[in-house]
């Protein structure tokens, strides 16, 4: 692949182009191409012809809310080329539409054709990942059939079946065969002097299971304007700060961002929610820790999010134990998966539970909810939830047996299940990792959050003085030990992690400043955390790396060991500001800002850890999601912690 990917999304749906507008199949990579939906890949081909030849670029297409570019025949100066092409295409739900413009420069009649190859390969998104895993799929079979307007592909697999029908206005002079499965729309156009001709293309997903009624928008133009009337709906009464522009463009962009990646979801009693997924190209999905951080991160100013997230995490919350799924009673889920690979059990991720933080951070964000909006009827729906959410902590958990929530490797999914889930990113500073079951630092911060936000609410809402009692001990005795067993005094700085042994994990982390967001730290660990963070080890001049620079286990280019991520990065401003330490929390947030200045005022889900100091620009790191909810929550917690002026 030369070209880059232009990823455009509209809720669970969204489509990756080349600067063409071209879609080629490409099966590898840090970010794949094509339409897809609940997971799988409804257009794998959509390649343009010009009088049988690929044509050439006058204006690549351009991010934004839908893919615009201009084409022309490929000729010289001695022969301009005949027509211009004025390509742009758009996604809806479970759709990708394209108007196509062709327009004459000749001042005498002329005949173009053009020709649109298209294919559905249906493949799941498990198999394109670089990870050289491969899927067996008995039984599977691929059709195609000619409709009237164009062409419909259907994937069949036992009892799975998905569709993608292919339609134009006007409808084409031919379907041909291409030889590879593949089928060829073409028309030819004859066009007056300096005539223009104008094609409108829908392609319709109908993942397995799908049978709504869709409505799918007559033109990108129709399309943008769709997305842009839910922008403005979800940015409405947001007031952004006069006095700092530049962060006030970052949440404007990240509220953009959050209403077009909000995605389906199911409540307890089957009522329809949107929540926020975790991010686009690869988790277009419901991931339980990206969703309550997101909506965490937007309570403030946009509480919709809370209120959707809470009861559809509540619906998947786990009612038995299931080894596969790292299922426990009580437990709330990490993540969701709609494709092929997870309805047959080949990937675990249907509902995969493997996750030590989102129990706790689902209680952290249902008493920021009550608190934060008065609405006390969600909190007394829920109170079976968040009992039984509490149940987990202490028992499956571990905060009973062990002191702590512990989590083990998981060999069928994640080695790591707190929020740095890498195989590599629970490590010493020399780089090893550790033995036996880990207990992450950052998760026993959510914990302690979460026992005190839940006492909070079982005495004020739910009138059990008891279970009240009962949990702020718990929580007490929680901060005690952890500052007993995880401080090192000779960094004056929290360890990642315990092993299996209770020995600390000494790599210095940025996990640190979440147990300041949290308020696990007394206020002279606390302050001393704060200021570390910001020594230049750590921070970057864009933001606070995962892990310091000078460490063996260091690397900028690491996903987890030594990148910066903004959501981390929220998360340390928060507990700065807790602190007291706001200067250092402007420091943060100024930082991101900037990086998110030099990439059109949108943060990405992390950035490599290269310092500013030698890198006057944000360097991209390479497999990143480019539209993540928390990242695009950010600014808006940024803004709280810094106040507007």
């Known amino acids: 692949m030369t070209d880059r990917h232009h990823l455009l999304v509209h809720g669970g749906t969204f489509a990756a182009v080349g600067d063409r507008g071209d879609i080629s199949g ?61 390509r742009e295409q758009a996604v ?23 020709a649109v190859t298209a294919d559905a390969d249906f493949t799941d998104q498990f198999e394109l990942r670089a990870d050289h895993r491969t899927y067996t799929k008995p039984g599977a079979v691929r059709s195609r059939r000619v409709l009237g307007h164009g062409v419909e592909f259907t994937y069949r697999r036992g009892e799975w079946c998905s569709v993608t029908s292919v339609t134009a206005e006007p409808r084409p002079d031919a379907v041909e065969e291409t030889g590879t499965g593949a089928r060829r729309l073409v028309w030819t156009l004859d066009l007056a002097a300096h005539g223009t001709a104008e094609l409108i293309l829908r392609v319709v997903a109908r993942p397995h299971g799908d049978k709504r009624a869709l409505r799918v928008p007559r033109s990108p133009a129709a399309l943008r304007e769709r997305l842009r009337a839910r922008e403005a709906d979800f940015m409405e009464g947001v007031a952004l700060p006069s006095g700092r522009p530049e962060l006030a463009a970052a949440c404007a962009r990240g509220l953009a961002d959050l209403a077009a990646l909000q995605v389906p979801a199911t409540g307890p009693d089957g009522e329809e929610l949107r929540v926020p997924a975790a991010g686009a190209p690869w ?61 047959f059990g080949q990937v675990p991720y249907g509902r995969y539970y493997g996750s030590v933080d989102a129990t706790p951070l689902f209680l952290v964000l249902l008493g920021a909810y009550v608190e934060q909006t008065g609405d006390t009827a969600l909190a007394r729906r829920l109170e079976p939830h968040a009992r039984a959410a509490v149940g987990w902590m202490l028992d499956h958990g571990g905060l009973t047996s062990r002191g702590y929530l512990v989590y083990r490797a998981d060999q069928g999914g994640l080695a790591n299940q707190n929020w740095k889930d890498s195989p590599g990113a629970i490590c010493s500073a020399e780089g090893t990792r ?65 092993d299996g042994r209770g020995d600390q994990v000494d790599a210095l982390a940025s996990d640190a400043g979440h ?45 987890h060991r030594g990148s910066v991520w903004p959501h981390d990065n929220a998360l340390i401003a928060l507990g700065l500001a807790r602190y007291g330490l706001h200067d250092e929390a402007r420091a943060i947030a100024g930082g991101l800002v900037d990086a998110a200045a030099a990439t059109g005022h949108r943060l990405p889900e992390v950035i490599a850890g290269y310092g500013r100091d030698t890198h006057p620009e944000p360097v991209p790191y390479p497999h990143a999601c480019v539209r993540e909810s928390r990242s695009a929550s950010a600014p808006l917690a940024l803004l709280t912690a810094v106040g507007g002026v």
């Open 515 to 559: 147990l300041l967001w949290s308020g696990l730290l007394d206020k002279e660990y606390g302050e001393q955390v704060g200021r570390r963070l910001l020594e230049p080890d750590f921070f970057s001049g864009w933001g606070v790396r995962t892990l310091a620079a000078g460490q063996p286990a260091y690397h900028p280019l690491s996903y």
């Open 283 to 343: 988790f277009q999905t419901l991931l339980g820790r990206d969703a309550l951080l997101t909506s965490l991160f937007a309570l403030p100013y946009r509480p919709r999010l809370a209120a959707a997230t809470l009861p559809a995490l509540a619906a998947t919350q786990a009612t038995e134990a299931a080894v596969s799924e790292v299922a426990q009673p009580g437990k709330i889920v990490h993540e969701v998966r709609h494709g092929e690979l997870a309805h």
């Open 92 to 114: 809806g739900d479970s759709s990708f539409v394209e108007a196509l413009r062709v327009t004459s420069n000749r001042p005498v009649p002329t005949t173009v054709r053009l």
């Open 434 to 498: 550790p033995h036996g079951p880990v207990t992450a630092a950052g998760a026993q911060g959510y914990a302690y959050d979460a026992l005190r936000r839940t006492a909070w609410l079982a005495r004020t809402v739910w009138q059990d003085g008891t279970y009240a009692d009962l949990l702020e001990q718990a929580a007490g005795d929680l901060r005690d030990r952890f500052q007993r067993d995880f401080w090192m005094p000779e960094h004056s700085f929290p360890a990642l992690a315990l």
């Open 26 to 86: 490409y099966r590898g990579g840090s970010a794949p191409d094509g339409m897809f939906v609940r997971d799988a890949r409804h257009l794998s081909r959509w390649q343009l012809t010009v009088d049988g030849a690929v044509p050439d670029t006058l204006t690549p297409v351009t991010d934004g809310d839908t893919a615009s570019c201009v084409l022309v025949p490929r000729g010289g100066r001695d022969e301009p080329p005949a027509c211009t092409l004025f």
